[in-house]
């Protein structure tokens, strides 16, 4: 496929037509595909370092395909899958499996994060070694939905994942100070009479792991930071040359506590929603650096899992058709971040932590073609008919947001055309034939 892409406007401001050939950006030509990209922001092929894609073992959630048409429409062209499907991808043939239907279906790169402990039971190490000598090529590694509470256990992961320069993203939660958690501690969890998750447990696992990080100078990821604290501590790590990086939420950018009096459990998630302070203190630590990327952590649900009763809710949002809308109302809107923070937080940086080739120099020429057409003039009232995974678990649903993908283009071919997903066999036969 050959594509060009015309007047569109590059992160740094500047604009420039666009000439894809064989996979890669070209200095001119001619094209099979053109696309008017006048008023449309270009932007590098968006990376989400904490999706969960389900398959294997909870399709009703979402697939490995769903998941990766939710991506493709969101703007993403490489998504990283957490390790909590079943069997769980703590060994060689199960990170293989899932990064092969990746490839089959085309619309991302699919790239499987592997579990820390076995079976993500936090008793022992999981194959490691093996994942990370396997064809999938594993990096990251995460017992995400679960932290690894066990400081041993720990140590000894950032050990040995440092052997091949991976990194160990922590789901920091102490699990004793949570047990029965269903929003943040506060004075409104009381009010609400449901338990509260207290700030202290994220931040007291984020401050001993930093330690442990510098004790064995390993790389130590952070996910989805949500307190006003933990931003302290890693500014304190950071300070001290902790290779520590750090990722926030769309949702814990722009929504707060708040939206649990309502118990709807569209807003249950975990970590919670926190308070305003907390959300500001985000999205300062976002614009100057100490937090590093905005990662989605889409966490698909059957509506059965959803459509109950606060307390029995699983916790989750889906999160990649909206992100890019929701980092723009939340930070770009405010004139926090302009658009190559956005390329920045969203591709080149979550790359650069997963080890993902290929999205250290976008739009030149030579390099890969990954990269989305962005409306920013655009407005929307976000509804299901948004969606394109699985799950309809979104908390924006009837909430205004901005923008919109009008393009994606994965390895030189589109993934997304007029704001529409290529079909699918379409997008498979291009994927094989590159
Ligand atoms: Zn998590």
């Known amino acids: 496929m050959s594509i060009c892409i015309t007047g569109a406007q590059l992160p740094d401001g500047t604009r420039k037509d666009l000439f894809v050939e064989n996979g890669g950006f070209v200095s001119d030509g001619t094209a099979e595909t053109t696309i008017d990209a006048d008023g449309l922001i270009a932007l590098p092929g968006l990376v989400d370092l904490h999706t969960h894609l389900r398959e294997p073992g909870f399709e009703q959630s979402e697939t490995v395909l769903t998941g990766s048409r939710a991506a493709a429409i969101g703007g993403f062209t490489a998504v990283f899958a957490m390790a909590n499907t079943m069997p769980v991808q703590d060994t060689a043939g199960v990170v293989e499996q899932v990064q092969s239907l990746g490839d089959r279906h085309g619309y991302v790169t699919v790239r499987p994060i592997g579990a820390v402990t076995a079976g993500l039971a936090g008793e022992k190490l999981s194959e490691i070694g093996a994942m990370a000598q396997s064809r ?26 440092k052997t091949f320069g991976g990194v ?67 500014r304190w790590a950071k300070a001290r040359g902790v290779k520590v990086t750090a990722e926030v939420t769309p949702h814990h950018l722009l929504l707060t506590e708040e939206l649990a009096r309502g118990y709807d459990s569209r807003f249950k998630v975990n970590p919670p929603l926190r308070r305003d302070e907390d959300v500001l203190a985000l999205r ?34 889906v999160g990649l058709e909206s992100a890019l809308s ?11 971040l302009d658009w190559s923070d956005v390329a920045r937080v969203l591709s080149a940086k979550p790359a650069e932590i997963g080890l993902l080739h290929g999205y250290s120099t976008p739009f030149a020429v030579g390099s890969a073609a990954n990269f989305t ?45 007029d704001g529409e997903l290529v079909d699918a066999a379409a997008v498979a036969k291009e994927a094989h034939h590159g």
């Open 284 to 317: 300062a630590a976002l614009a100057d650096g100490t937090i590093d990327i905005v990662a989605t952590d889409h966490a698909p649900h059957p509506v059965e899992s959803k459509d109950c009763a606060w307390d029995e809710a699983a916790n989750g949002m």
């Open 326 to 336: 929701v980092v723009h109302a939340a930070v770009v809107a405010s004139g926090q």
């Open 136 to 161: 999938a090529q594993v990096r990251v590694f995460s017992d995400d939905g679960h932290c690894v509470s066990d400081a041993l256990l720990m140590r000894r992961a950032l050990e040995y994942v």
């Open 168 to 234: 160990v993203a922590q789901h920091a939660q102490e699990p004793r100070l949570t047990l029965g958690a269903q929003m943040n501690e506060g004075a409104l969890s009381s009010e609400l009479g449901l338990a509260g998750w207290p700030a202290v447990a994220e931040e007291s696992i984020i401050a001993r792991d930093v330690l442990l990080a510098e004790h064995v100078d390993a790389r130590l990821h952070v996910c989805h930071v949500s307190t006003a604290g933990s931003v302290e501590v890693i």
């Open 373 to 417: 057409l962005y409306d920013p003039s655009a407005t929307r009232t976000f509804a299901t008919s948004d969606l394109r995974g699985k799950g309809l678990n979104s908390p924006y649903l009837g909430r205004e947001l901005p923008g919109r993908v009008i393009a994606t283009v994965h390895n030189g071919y589109a993934t997304v055309l």
